[in-house]
C-alpha cells in the first residue's frame, strides 16, 4: 500500500514514485471450468425429427422468404397496428393492442414484417402453428412445436450515439449519459430474431452475420424445433427425477415410520419391564410388612386394619403388574372430573395434592381400606382421610 500522503501529492501536482509490488511467493494458476457440452440432438429426437431439422438447415432462404404472405391474418394485423402505432423515446413502434412481437422502428417496419411472413410460413409448412396471445399483461408470440411453446419476436438493435451539443436544460442533458458524455439512442437497422425462452443452452438468437436474416429463416425454425424438443426431454427427464425422488421420499418415510414404531415398542417393552419389576417390589414389601407384623403380633387377616390394606396393596400391585389383569380402581373415574369443555387457557392450575406418608410401623393408621364385597363405606372413608397424616 502507498504511504498516507501519496494521493495528496499527487493532487496537488507533485512528482511521485510508485512503490513496486512485493514478489509473488507462489505461482498464481487460474483454472477455467469448461462450459458443459449441450446434449446432442440424436440423443432425443426420433428420426423423422431428425429429418426434418436437417431438411430445414438445407432449405434456401431466398425461396422461403417468397413463400411468405404478407396477407397472413397474424402479420396483416401487426401492419395495421404498428403501422398506426407512435415510436417510443427509441424510435422503436409499439401498439397496446395484441399482435406479433416486432419491436422496430418504422423505417424497418416493411423488412420486419417480411420476415416474420416467411418464418410464419415456415413455421406452418412444417406442421406447426404461430399465435399470439396476452399473458401477465404482456402481448407475445408463440411457436407451439412439439407440443412446446417458443416465444420468439423481431428486435432492431438500438445504437449508442454521443452528440456534440444536447439542447439547453434538455432531457439529454439532464438524464441520458454515457460515461459523462451526452448521448441519443437511435435505431441501427439491424434486425434479429429473438427467443425469450429462458431455459434450453441451443442457440436463441439469430442476426444478420455472414448471411443476411432472410437467409436464415428455415434455420432459424429448424433451431426452434431443437428448442422444442430439448425442452420436452427435460421435462421428461424432470418428471422421472421427481419420480425418483418422490420414491425415495416415501421409502425414507416408511423406513423413519418403522424406526419410530420400534423405538414405540422398544419403550414399551422398557415401561413394561419396569412396571413389573416395580409390582414385584412392592409385592416383597408387602410380604416383609406381613411378617414384621405377624411377629409383633399384629393381626393381618381380611377384616383387620393392616389385613385390609395389605389386600388393598396387593390389588395395586396386580394393577402395576403387566402380567396379569389389571383389577378396577377409583383412579379409572379421573376423566369425570375433568371439565368437559376446556378453556382456552386449558385446565388452568391446580394446586398439587399433598404428598402420602404412611406412619412408621405402617399398621398404626386408623383404619385400613378392603376392596371386597364386605368393606364398609365408612372404613374406605376414614382410610383416605387417614392417608394424609403426614403433611
Known amino acids: 500500500m ?15 514514485k510508485q512503490l513496486p509490488l512485493p514478489p509473488l511467493k507462489e505461482k498464481i494458476v487460474l483454472l477455467a471450468t469448461p462450459r458443459p457440452e449441450p446434449p446432442k440432438l440424436s440423443d432425443f429426437a426420433t428420426q423423422p425429427e431428425l429429418a426434418q431439422v436437417e431438411q430445414l438447415e438445407r432449405a434456401v432462404g431466398e425461396v422461403v422468404l417468397k413463400r411468405g404472405s404478407l396477407s397472413h391474418p397474424l402479420v396483416a394485423q401487426a401492419r395495421s397496428l404498428l403501422g ?32 416474420m411472413a416467411g418464418l410464419i410460413r415456415v413455421i406452418e409448412d412444417a406442421g406447426f402453428s404461430v399465435s399470439v ?14 407440443g412446446e411453446e417458443i416465444r420468439y419476436g423481431l428486435v432492431e438493435k438500438i445504437d449508442r450515439i454521443e452528440i456534440a451539443a444536447p439542447p439547453k436544460a434538455g432531457l439529454l442533458e439532464r ?8 448521448v441519443t439512442l437511435e435505431p441501427s437497422g439491424k434486425l434479429s430474431i429473438t427467443v425469450w425462452n429462458a431455459w434450453g443452452s441451443d442457440r436463441k438468437k439469430w442476426t444478420g452475420g455472414k448471411s443476411s436474416l432472410e437467409q436464415q429463416l428455415s434455420r432459424i425454425v429448424a433451431g426452434f424445433i431443437r428448442l422444442a424438443l430439448a425442452d420436452s426431454a427435460e421435462k421428461v427427464k424432470r418428471a422421472a427425477e421427481e419420480r425418483e425422488r418422490q420414491r425415495v421420499a416415501q421409502e425414507q418415510a416408511q423406513l423413519e415410520g418403522l424406526i419410530k414404531a420400534e423405538k414405540s415398542k422398544v419403550r414399551a417393552l422398557g415401561q413394561a419391564a419396569a412396571r413389573w419389576s416395580r409390582a414385584e417390589q412392592i409385592r416383597s414389601f408387602i410380604s416383609a410388612a406381613r411378617d414384621v407384623a405377624i411377629q409383633n403380633g399384629q393381626p393381618v387377616e381380611t377384616g383387620s386394619r393392616f389385613g385390609d390394606w395389605i389386600f388393598w396393596a396387593e390389588r395395586q400391585a396386580d394393577r402395576m403388574d403387566p402380567l396379569k389383569e389389571s383389577p378396577p380402581s377409583i383412579i379409572d373415574r379421573t376423566s369425570e372430573t375433568e371439565p368437559a369443555h376446556p378453556s382456552y387457557y386449558g385446565y388452568g392450575y391446580r394446586k398439587p395434592d399433598p404428598p402420602i406418608r404412611f406412619p412408621k410401623p ?26 394424609f397424616i403426614a403433611r
Open 2 to 16: 502507498p504511504p498516507s500522503d501519496h494521493w495528496a501529492k499527487k493532487e496537488a501536482g507533485q512528482e511521485v
Open 84 to 115: 398506426k402505432g407512435q415510436g417510443d423515446d427509441r424510435g422503436i413502434l409499439w401498439t397496446p393492442e395484441p399482435c406479433l412481437d416486432v419491436r422496430v422502428s418504422k423505417e424497418s417496419l416493411d423488412r420486419a414484417l417480411r420476415i
Open 133 to 146: 396471445e396476452t399473458r401477465d399483461r404482456k402481448h407475445q408470440t408463440f411457436a407451439k412445436i412439439h
Open 175 to 182: 438524464v441520458l449519459t454515457f460515461a459523462g458524455k451526452p
Open 362 to 387: 405402617i399398621w398404626r393408621m386408623k383404619r385400613c381400606i378392603c376392596l371386597n364385597n364386605n368393606v364398609r363405606p365408612l372404613g374406605v372413608r376414614s382410610f383416605i382421610q387417614s392417608a
